[in-house]
């Protein structure tokens, strides 16, 4: 298990090596598919028996990944 980020691990044996929760099988996509479908951080942590302060961390790892990408449009 790797730590990518606070609060987010890989661990190719959980959910194919995709970034997770620490501490549970709780993938970061779910939790920021939820937010973008309406939920807020607490609705999200008390349906994925996460923390408030975990939802928060996967919102900080997609904003830190999406920061970091170089986008190129070709015409």
Known sequence: MTEI????VVDES???GRPVIKGTRVPVDVILGQ??????PEDVAAEYGVTREDVLAALGYAAK?????DIRVAG
Do not use: D, K, Q
């Open 65 to 69: 990944t999406l920061g970091n990408e």
């Open 14 to 16: 959980v959910h194919s």
């Open 5 to 8: 980020a606070p609060r987010i």
């Open 35 to 40: 937010l973008a479908a309406g939920l807020t």
